[in-house]
């Protein structure tokens, strides 16, 4: 495909949303929480609208059923049968689930996902082009997990999400689950004392790999361990900003995808039977 025809390819998608957003859904305040399973739709069709620039995953919600069905209509249950990528609570219910971990997203999304009034988890993990500020995300009270990790354009300040209480909580959706947070390698800052507070997170939060990069785990212009914490004001236990992150292998990573993304239709294979 050469690249003009790429770009039309591309451009299809984002247009199809943005129409589908003027003309099937009603805008909806910018700050206002979604209260209903229609505006969950409306809102979620926003920030792919916002996100024109995201080809490849535009170009699966094109194929995928977003807007052409009820968000929460037949598949309501999937991450591929229904709107690919979004889970509800039940049938004619409210967004609950988001996952588009690893999907080449971009744009400034948070302060759309954080709108979303019923949402138990959003998962949106080694994005690194997916940006905004956690601070966009204190409206979303019900979240229970929250998983950016590896999305160094995501920035703010991690006292922010002190006031989502319920983070790290057990949860229920078709099974049951334990709430997290993972913060690693991201762009937020600050120290940790207030998400530890929370009891769904509790004062070992930081133990898992994932959970949040120490500062004291990098050096700052010459300088290593807490003195390191020292030159930027952070505490040896406060979430280090993007600006030193650890490698790791987009293969790797992929083909561990691909081997959990087996393992769950095959679980869920099962659980037809």
């Known amino acids: 495909m050469g690249p003009a025809l790429g770009s039309v390819a591309a451009a299809a998608p984002a247009a199809a949303l943005l129409w589908l957003v003027s003309h099937c859904y009603l805008p909806m305040a910018v700050t206002q929480m979604t209260t209903s399973g229609l505006e969950d739709g409306t809102v979620l069709l926003e920030a792919m609208a916002a996100a024109a620039g995201s080809a490849p995953v535009l170009m699966r919600m094109g194929t995928g059923a977003w807007g052409r069905v009820p968000i929460c209509g037949d598949g309501y249950d999937s991450l591929s049968r229904g709107w690919w990528g979004v889970e509800c609570d039940v049938r004619g219910g409210r967004a609950v689930l988001v996952l588009l971990t690893n999907t080449d997203i971009e744009g400034e999304l948070l302060l759309f996902f954080g709108r979303l009034g019923a949402l138990r988890a959003l998962e949106l993990p080694r994005n690194a082009a997916l940006s905004g500020d956690l601070a966009d995300l204190a409206g979303a009270i019900e979240l229970r997990s929250l998983n950016l990790h590896d999305c160094p354009l995501v920035v703010g300040t991690v006292g922010a999400l002190a006031v989502l209480v319920h983070l790290g909580e057990e949860y229920t959706l078709r099974s049951h689950r334990f709430g997290h947070l993972y913060m690693a390698r991201s762009g937020v800052h600050g120290a940790v004392a207030a998400l530890r507070a929370l009891p769904g997170l509790g004062a070992d939060w930081g133990s898992a790999q ?35 992150q650890l490698p790791y292998s987009a293969a790797k990573f992929r083909d561990r995808l691909n081997k959990y993304q087996t393992l769950w239709a095959e679980r869920c294979e099962r659980g037809r039977e």
């Not at 949040?212 to 236990?237: I, M, N, V």
Request: aromatic share 6%.
């Open 210 to 244: 994932d959970d949040f990069s120490p500062c004291s785990a990098f050096g700052d212009e010459g300088s290593t361990g807490s003195l390191g914490c020292a030159a930027r004001g952070l505490e040896p236990e406060a979430v280090r900003s993007r600006n030193a």
